[in-house]
């Protein structure tokens, strides 16, 4: 059995690149979920017109199901109006275009809006951890794919 030296440096500098990147996406997930509750803390609610909706397909756990991501249009206090994409994704039966719906929104940044029923850290920084745990499942597999090649094709 013989080591490659060129074979052997590369993996492991894929494997550190993968873990930093891994790294990244965790702090980058926790950043997302710290903003979340600072605006659910600042949140002010206000009814709005639910004006279409939009479904995008998800799997989570491997179980498929579809969001729906009402698109509101309200006024914030003291304002003009907004038209704005919530932020967090409702499960079937979804309100319609034309209800009228109760939302929080981020008072400095009214375009951060989400329906009032929804848990606000249901999504935050969910696809950011599933990254970094694919990320970092990669780079537990670097070296044992370098151990399975050193042993049995080296």
Do not use: N
């Not at 997302?32 to 949140?43: L, W």
């Not at 939302?103 to 990254?131: C, N």
């Not at 970092?136 to 080296?154: C, F, N």
């Amino acid at each position: 059995m013989s080591v490659h030296t060129g074979a052997s440096i590369a993996l492991l500098v894929g494997t550190v690149v993968l873990l930093l990147g891994a790294a990244a996406m965790g702090l980058r997930g926790l950043r997302q979920r710290r903003t979340a509750v600072q605006v659910a803390d600042r949140a002010v609610t206000a009814a709005a017109e639910v004006v279409e909706l939009s479904a995008k397909d998800v799997s989570v756990a491997g179980d498929p199901t579809t969001l729906y991501y009402p698109v509101v249009r309200f006024t914030p206090e003291g304002g003009e109006a907004v038209e704005a994409e919530c932020l967090t994704g409702v499960e079937p039966p979804p309100p319609h275009a034309g209800d009228t719906v109760e939302v929080r929104y981020d008072p400095q940044s009214p375009g951060h809006v989400e329906l009032a029923g929804t848990d606000p850290l249901a999504s935050a920084g969910r696809s950011s951890f599933v990254v970094a745990r694919v990320l970092a499942t990669v780079a537990v597999g670097l070296p044992v794919a370098w151990l399975l090649l050193a042993l049995l094709v080296w």
